[in-house]
């Protein structure tokens, strides 16, 4: 056998080797995205000025396992939020004690608004945490502290969506921020 024909077969033998090597790096390079994939920290909340009722509501929306593993570092106990409807009433307060919001009128008057409990929901991935208050007449601006979640990840970003007589103004909670204002 010539030297030319041996450098063929192992080359042609280690085709297989080096395409396996080849897909293990590969594979190392996605683990820890697959494994970060997962952890958003991001959740959203919409205040919506409903004319129709008179109402402000509050739609909070969690990744149900953000939640989870949030209410389980806050309470000390892993918290089962998809089956256990006492856990996610627990979250919600959680939620609840830390997000408020305040109305000021054309007159620079502020009131806090009373919000109340509406109920809760799981869909799909997430969880939902609803509440509502009374609208306030001429309301020019709000006031509103978000800092679900942020006490347990600093990374956690909280984006605010107010919706009112048509328009959208955004709110991004992130870094050291806790309180953001808006004129509407």
Same mark, same amino acid.
């Given at each position: 056998m010539s030297r030319t024909t041996s450098l063929r077969i192992l080359r042609v033998r280690d085709?297989?080797?080096?395409a396996?090597?080849?897909?293990?790096?590969?594979?190392?390079c996605l683990v820890p995205s697959l494994v970060t994939a997962h952890e958003q920290k991001t959740a959203v909340t919409r205040i919506l000025f409903n004319d129709s009722t008179g109402n402000i509501e509050v739609m909070h =929306?969690?990744?149900?396992? $953000?939640?989870?593993?949030?209410?389980? &570092?806050?309470?000390?106990r892993a918290q089962n939020l998809m089956e256990s409807a006492d856990s996610r009433k627990l979250f919600s307060n959680y939620v609840m004690n830390r997000f408020a919001i305040a109305a000021e009128d054309s007159r620079g008057e502020t009131a806090e608004l009373n919000l109340?409990?509406?109920g809760e929901e799981i869909e799909g991935q997430f969880l939902w945490v609803?509440?509502?208050?009374?609208?306030?007449?001429?309301?020019?601006?709000?006031?509103?502290?978000?800092?679900?979640? =942020?006490?347990?990840?600093? $990374?956690?970003?909280?984006l605010v969506n &107010?919706?009112?007589d048509g328009?959208?103004?955004?709110?991004?909670?992130?870094?050291?921020?806790?309180s953001l204002r808006v004129e509407l």
């Open positions: 085709r297989p080797r080096t396996l090597l080849t897909l293990l790096v590969l594979l190392c =929306r969690f990744f149900i396992h $953000d939640a989870e593993h949030a209410a389980g &570092v806050v309470f000390g109340q409990y509406v609803y509440q509502e208050a009374r609208q306030l007449q001429d309301v020019n601006a709000l006031s509103v502290v978000h800092v679900a979640l =942020r006490d347990i990840w600093p $990374d956690q970003a909280n &107010v919706e009112k328009q959208i103004y955004s709110l991004s909670f992130a870094d050291s921020v806790e």
